[in-house]
């Protein structure tokens, strides 16, 4: 097993910025394709971003162009830089991991507040 904790959210203003680090307790992103989703209220969790483990990376139309998904060198951090923010963008942040035939494994969220 792998445990994930997510860090890194916060309230901000529309516009502007945060990015959110899932640190993950050995180094996996190398060979394990991490994924970012969120929650809002009242809504079901939805995909937000996704990098294999080959750098490719996938991102929500909701998000596209705002958002940048990035891993550190020791492959135990993946960041999800977060620019021009938006009141619709208001969720719990999840960081999961992919483990194939053993199912993912999730961190415990961290909250994003953007006030208009």
């Known amino acids: 097993q792998v445990q994930l904790v997510e860090s890194g959210g916060g309230l901000v203003q529309a516009g502007g910025s945060l990015r959110l680090s899932c640190v993950a307790s050995?180094?996996?992103?190398?060979?394990?394709?991490m994924d970012w989703y969120r929650q809002a209220p009242g809504k079901e969790r939805e995909f937000v971003a996704t990098r294999a483990p080959s750098g490719i990376t996938y991102y929500a139309d909701s998000v596209k162009g705002r958002f940048t998904i990035s891993r550190n060198n020791a492959e135990t951090t993946v960041y999800l830089q977060m620019n021009s923010l938006k009141p619709e963008d208001t969720a719990v942040y999840y960081c999961s991991v992919r483990l194939g035939a053993a199912g993912r494994n999730w961190g415990q969220g961290t909250q994003v507040t953007v006030s208009s």
């Open positions: 050995r180094s996996i992103f190398s060979v394990n394709t």
